[in-house]
């Protein structure tokens, strides 16, 4: 690894930090100036003050704000993330620990879906410009990503889980398997394969193939645009026709050289697409009751309870970070221009 890229990758590295601190700090004090009481959403709009200001005490809210804001920190750093106010004061990490593994089984088959469809089709469009195949797949595009998702799951739910019954409807496995299911990662598909329990995992395929596709369809749209785009601008540079003049095939100079040149914008809004989708793909998790953190999010914004949305955003931010690094540090590998 030569030295500049060693200094730019410790560079981005160190620019992380900040980010994820403004994000949070943000977060804390806009929680705090929102309407809604986090005491009242658990105890009951007739609890007495008194026992609201003992729960207050005990959960520390009476402190002063600074102190607050520094002990949530400390947790961030801990990854401890205290406890939420409207469950029981149960730890937030057993909250997160449970559901972000329903949003990952999601978010992985898919942003697959999404990259596999998105590139090729683009890339296929633009190969084919101005053909009849080129417009239906930009027709097909813009249908993708005008239906709304909540819209496109119930479709496809009453397709085939209705009118012809092929996947289940909801849920993560079916009720008579998860009673007996031991799941120590909360990974549905993971645990099963390490287990060996066939059922268990055909089950858990089984539910993830509807919100996967619902999902996957619905980000295709833009990248087979973005690629497309691309593409053209890269099939008319110097070196491909240079490469036609020496008789290199169409398809080797398309999805060889053309595609891979075209590689780092489709990389960024794919690698921030998938941070989006970590960070909770809320209308998928809810058309298909997917307990995920995309609506355990949406469910603690609704009770106020200020410990659990911090959490849950610091942890997203962690996410956004940490991928985005992973992006610049690819870029770097892809193209030594990159040096910034």
Request: charged fraction near 15%; hydrophobic fraction near 50%.
């Amino acid at each position: 690894m030569s030295s500049s890229l060693r200094r730019y990758l410790v560079t981005r590295a160190l620019m992380t930090i900040p980010m994820v601190i403004i994000l949070v700090t943000l977060i804390f004090f806009i929680m705090r100036v929102l309407p809604g009481d986090p005491i009242r959403s658990q105890l009951g709009p007739r609890v007495s003050e008194e026992q609201a200001e003992d729960l207050r005490d005990r959960l520390g809210l009476n402190r002063p704000l600074i102190v607050q804001y520094f002990d949530f920190l400390g947790d961030m750093v801990t990854f401890n993330f205290g406890t939420a106010l409207t469950q029981g004061e149960r730890p937030i990490r057993d909250e997160l620990g449970e559901r972000l593994p329903a949003t990952i089984e999601l978010t992985i088959p898919a942003i697959t879906l999404t990259a596999v469809i998105g590139i090729f089709s683009g890339a296929y469009a633009a190969k084919n410009r101005k053909k009849t195949i080129d417009y239906i797949i930009r027709l097909l595009s813009i249908v993708m990503s005008s239906i709304p998702i909540f819209f496109m799951g119930l479709l496809f739910q009453i397709g085939f889980s209705v009118k012809i019954p092929i996947f289940p409807l909801s849920g993560r496995m079916d009720t008579l398997l998860l009673t007996t299911f031991d799941s120590p990662t909360n990974f549905y598909v993971l645990d099963g394969l390490i287990t060996g329990n066939w059922p268990a995992l055909w089950s858990a395929i089984k539910h993830l193939i509807l919100p996967s596709i619902t999902l996957g369809l619905a980000l295709s749209g833009v990248f087979v645009r973005l690629t497309r785009v691309n593409m053209i601008e890269m099939l008319q540079s110097d070196f491909i026709t240079a490469g036609r003049a020496r008789g290199i095939g169409e398809k080797r100079l398309v999805y060889k050289h053309a595609l891979r040149n075209t590689f780092i914008p489709i990389l960024t809004l794919l690698g921030l697409q998938f941070a989006i989708l970590l960070a909770g793909a809320v209308l998928t998790e809810t058309t298909f009751s997917l307990p995920g953190v995309g609506r355990y999010l949406v469910e603690r914004i609704q009770l106020r309870d200020y410990t659990a949305v911090q959490a849950t955003i610091g942890v997203f931010a962690m996410f956004v970070a940490v991928i985005s690094l992973l992006m610049d540090v690819l870029y770097a590998f892809i193209d030594p221009r990159i040096r910034y």
